[in-house]
């Protein structure tokens, strides 16, 4: 059991972007522990990008020793809690005075060292490079944005995206779903709706892939870009079990602590707040806790917490990159494509911004080491 007897612990499980952020911001005001599987924050916007260029790692890459420098950081899964501990897959138990979960979307084959996260984007790069036809499954904004990539730096290789639903970037509105359709097909992709390809018949050699409705693909290699599920799964069993909505979300009430917990508090993807799942919001509860941490560290008044207001416009605002200059932004009031939104995210994909949000340098100098 790891404890400080003399000051407030403050465990953040989770260093994506809304617990990352948290954490930072807390470094100085509590004892505080971060617990990711992963020794590194990505900056996960920039991850299609960094397939075709992998040298932008540089920068969308963070160690979290970088970024907190009076944090203890505990490089494991977390795998249940208790009222007073987090267990961590390793079997370390971290005793804590307020709990922040910050798991949004649940890890999976992700390296845990930020040396072997840059060979896997180099293995991407290469596979890509090395492919005349390449084939994305999943038209969600992963194999939007991957698609619009690989389109616009390498025009001369044939992609195909297949995704099961009825139209692309089912996250956001129509509209916005016809702008990427018609984007994508004047880039020569070609785009197959309403049909899937079984996973589990797919090998890393597969040359020939057949679709649900038996159509037929010729590609030399394959990336899988479809949804990851919420990471809430190693809770289900834990204080928590009643606090999760059919979706699998943890309840917060309006000061971000998870329902009936008065030192538990939950941001980011993994919330029930009614809005899009946008990193911008999961920011933005980030900053939320932290202020009411601040103030009950202090010994502050319930009600004296900060309240969070969910993200006002109905259809929400998103921004999707297609390539290196264009994108398509939805707004609250309209849609738009070209080369506006891609002047606002595409060319940058907001690095420099998260850095700096982040406390660092948004344009280090190059060091080609990890
Ligand atoms: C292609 C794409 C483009 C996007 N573009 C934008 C954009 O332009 N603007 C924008 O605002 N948003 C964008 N988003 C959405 C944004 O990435 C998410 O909303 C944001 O990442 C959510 O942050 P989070 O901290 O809640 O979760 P995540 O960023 O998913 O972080 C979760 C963290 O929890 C860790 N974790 C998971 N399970 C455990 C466990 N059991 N124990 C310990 N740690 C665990 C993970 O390792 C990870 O570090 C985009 C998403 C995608 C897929």
């Given at each position: 059991?790891?404890?400080?007897?003399?000051?407030?612990?403050?465990?953040?499980?989770g260093g994506g972007v809304a617990g990352a952020?948290?954490?930072?911001?807390?470094?100085?005001?509590?004892?505080?522990?971060?617990?990711d599987?992963?020794?590194?924050f990505e900056?996960p916007?920039?991850?299609?990008?960094?397939?075709?260029?992998?040298?932008?790692?540089?920068?969308?890459?963070?160690?979290?020793?970088?970024?907190?420098?009076?944090?203890?950081?505990?490089?494991?899964?977390?795998?249940?809690?208790?009222?007073?501990?987090?267990?961590?897959?390793?079997?370390?138990?971290?005793?804590?005075?307020?709990?922040?979960?910050a798991?949004g979307?649940?890890?999976?084959?992700?390296?845990?060292?930020?040396?072997?996260?840059?060979?896997?984007?180099?293995?991407?790069?290469?596979?890509?490079?090395?492919?005349?036809?390449?084939?994305?499954?999943?038209?969600?904004?992963?194999?939007?944005?991957?698609?619009?990539?690989?389109?616009?730096?390498?025009?001369?290789?044939?992609?195909?995206?297949?995704?099961?639903?009825?139209?692309?970037?089912?996250?956001?509105?129509?509209?916005?779903?016809?702008?990427?359709?018609?984007?994508?097909?004047?880039?020569?992709?070609?785009?197959?709706?309403?049909?899937?390809?079984?996973?589990?018949?797919?090998?890393?050699?597969?040359?020939?892939?057949?679709?649900?409705?038996?159509?037929?693909?010729?590609?030399?290699?394959?990336?899988?870009?479809?949804?990851?599920?919420?990471?809430?799964?190693?809770?289900?069993?834990?204080?928590?079990?009643?606090?999760?909505?059919?979706?699998?979300?943890?309840?917060?009430?309006?000061?971000?602590?998870?329902?009936?917990?008065?030192?538990?508090?939950?941001?980011g993807?993994?919330?029930?707040?009614?809005?899009?799942?946008?990193?911008?919001?999961a920011?933005?509860?980030?900053?939320?806790?932290?202020?009411?941490?601040?103030?009950?560290?202090?010994?502050?008044?319930?009600?004296?917490?900060?309240?969070?207001?969910?993200?006002?416009?109905?259809?929400?605002?998103?921004?999707?990159?297609?390539?290196?200059?264009?994108?398509?932004?939805?707004?609250?009031?309209?849609?738009?494509?070209?080369?506006?939104?891609?002047?606002?995210?595409?060319?940058?994909?907001?690095?420099?911004?998260?850095?700096?949000?982040?406390?660092?340098?948004?344009?280090?100098?190059?060091?080609?080491?990890?």
């Amino acid at each position: 059991m790891e404890a400080d007897q003399q000051k407030t612990r403050v465990v953040v499980v989770g260093g994506g972007v809304a617990g990352a952020l948290l954490a930072k911001s807390l470094q100085f005001h509590a004892h505080l522990y971060l617990i990711d599987p992963k020794e590194y924050f990505e900056i996960p916007w920039a991850s299609l990008r960094a397939m075709v260029e992998p040298s932008i790692c540089e920068r969308t890459l963070v160690k979290h020793s970088d970024y907190l420098t009076n944090a203890r950081i505990i490089t494991s899964t977390a795998v249940s809690i208790n009222s007073k501990e987090v267990l961590t897959g390793e079997g370390r138990t971290i005793v804590y005075d307020y709990l922040v979960i910050a798991t949004g979307h649940a890890v999976d084959s992700t390296p845990t060292t930020r040396t072997d996260r840059i060979q896997q984007f180099q293995q991407d790069n290469d596979k890509i490079k090395s492919s005349s036809s390449i084939l994305i499954v999943g038209g969600g904004p992963t194999g939007v944005e991957l698609a619009g990539e690989i389109a616009v730096d390498y025009p001369e290789k044939k992609v195909t995206l297949v995704h099961k639903g009825s139209r692309l970037l089912e996250f956001i509105g129509p509209k916005a779903s016809n702008k990427a359709l018609d984007w994508l097909s004047s880039k020569k992709v070609e785009v197959i709706l309403g049909q899937t390809i079984s996973l589990d018949s797919m090998s890393g050699n597969e040359r020939v892939y057949t679709t649900s409705g038996g159509q037929k693909i010729t590609a030399d290699c394959h990336f899988v870009c479809v949804g990851k599920p919420l990471g809430s799964s190693w809770l289900q069993e834990s204080i928590l079990k009643e606090c999760f909505d059919t979706r699998g979300q943890l309840m917060v009430d309006e000061n971000l602590r998870v329902w009936g917990k008065k030192n538990i508090f939950a941001i980011g993807d993994i919330t029930n707040i009614p809005e899009m799942k946008q990193g911008y919001l999961a920011q933005k509860h980030a900053s939320v806790v932290a202020k009411n941490l601040k103030l009950l560290l202090k010994g502050a008044k319930e009600s004296e917490l900060a309240k969070y207001k969910p993200s006002s416009s109905s259809s929400g605002m998103a921004i999707v990159s297609l390539g290196r200059k264009e994108g398509i932004a939805q707004l609250p009031f309209t849609t738009i494509g070209g080369y506006l939104p891609g002047v606002i995210k595409s060319r940058d994909l907001f690095v420099g911004r998260t850095r700096k949000h982040m406390g660092l340098d948004p344009h280090p100098t190059p060091t080609h080491t990890s």
